[in-house]
């Protein structure tokens, strides 16, 4: 049998968060591609005003006639760098849209797309904003003023690219089919087909709680106005207590409780209840190599506890009877922090291996079942 050729030549997952972009594709040859990045462009006039001493990690995008910059080191501009984050209308926004366009040549840059091949993306939005016109605006900000053909000029070399077709959906629901397809888009555990499955998914400004059953996302979500930006905000307080005109980034913050936590998944667990030196670990943030650092431990721990008991609450309220769910996800970057607290109310929670990437990867494989389908 002759296998037919796909509809799309690139399939590509973009989770264009409120914190973090996160990419997920293959390259020509097969290797996989994964991309995580800050959700925030700078224009190229405001770098040598802010590093003008140092080369940062930086790509730069021209865009009708005007230069931008995006990379790893975008979070160093500081108040210079434009964040896309926002609630509502937020898809509409000429900067959300700017951001798609980056993400975007970025992709067609690093994967060296040709102008000739048609582009699938898969992305998703929250609960929230599910089947509302929220998900034709991000169609919309992908697609452009041309329908679908773009030309960015990436470090000074022109890119054109097509868009093919850009499909939404449910982020709970690409959390399961992350789980329920294998990266080539065949069935890896066919049990989702008739599973009942619960997702707790921690964003940066909001928690969703969802059920997903035989892979249909089932109505009556609960989504609650907290996230992970709450706790930055709690420690960036505390700073500000011994630096009052400081201001860390998120990006900043993350960086510190990632590098810690590594840490901490190093030292094995002690036994007979005794005091582990997990608990001699603290967070400390660092203003510069001249300032004395700022401990932040308790603040972490105390705004964890608010985030988990409005999530611990709402988890009671919507889910009374938890018998009948066959799994429960918790998902997001920061799920590790948050188990412990939930644990309390919620009885067998699941933290996939790639919980901080688990919407993205359910896009790239939804994205390569859409792409080999005859639809």
């Excluded at 050729?5 to 590509?12: A, E, G, L, S």
């Excluded at 030309?151 to 890119?159: L, P, S, T």
């Excluded at 510069?288 to 409005?310: I, Q």
């Amino acid at each position: 049998m002759v296998r037919r050729k796909p509809q799309y030549d690139r399939v590509v997952g973009i989770d264009l968060g409120n914190g973090l972009v996160k990419i997920r594709s293959i390259y020509s040859n097969g290797k996989e591609y994964r991309l995580t990045l800050p959700s925030g462009y700078a224009h190229l006039r405001d770098v040598g005003e802010s590093k003008n001493d140092k080369v940062l990690d930086l790509d730069t995008y021209r865009i009708d006639g005007v230069d931008y910059v995006w990379g790893s080191d975008i979070v160093k501009l500081k108040n210079k760098m434009k964040s896309v984050f926002g609630y509502e209308s937020r898809y509409k926004t000429e900067g959300y849209k700017l951001m798609a366009k980056i993400v975007m040549a970025r992709i067609v840059h690093d994967l060296e797309i040709e102008a000739k091949e048609k582009i699938l993306i898969v992305t998703g939005v929250p609960s929230i904003e599910t089947g509302t016109e929220c998900e034709t605006d991000i169609s919309n900000a992908f697609y452009g003023k041309d329908s679908g053909f773009h030309a960015v000029d990436v470090n000074g070399e022109d890119y054109p690219f097509r868009i093919g077709h850009v499909h939404v959906t449910a982020q709970a629901l690409s959390t399961v089919l992350g789980r329920y397809l294998d990266t080539d888009g065949t069935v890896l555990d066919e049990d989702y087909e008739e599973m009942k499955v619960a997702v707790i998914d921690v964003g940066a400004g909001t928690t969703d709680l969802d059920v997903v059953h035989d892979l249909r996302r089932q109505n009556g979500y609960h989504s609650i106005s907290e996230g992970f930006r709450d706790v930055y905000e709690a420690i960036r307080k505390r700073i500000r207590q011994d630096y009052p005109s400081h201001e860390a980034s998120d990006y900043d913050l993350l960086q510190v409780i990632q590098d810690v936590q590594d840490k901490m998944k190093k030292i094995p667990d002690t036994p007979n209840g005794k005091k582990s030196k997990k608990e001699e670990i603290r967070y400390e943030y660092k203003p510069s190599k001249k300032n004395e650092p700022v401990d932040f431990t308790d603040a972490l721990n105390n705004s964890l506890k608010e985030l988990a008991s409005s999530t611990q609450q709402a988890i009671v309220d919507k889910w009374k009877d938890q018998t009948d769910l066959d799994e429960i996800l918790l998902v997001g970057g920061s799920a590790e922090l948050l188990e412990d607290y939930l644990s309390n109310v919620v009885y067998g929670i699941t933290i996939p291996k790639n919980n901080g990437d688990s919407n993205v990867e359910g896009y790239y494989r939804l994205g390569v079942t859409i792409a080999e389908s005859d639809e």
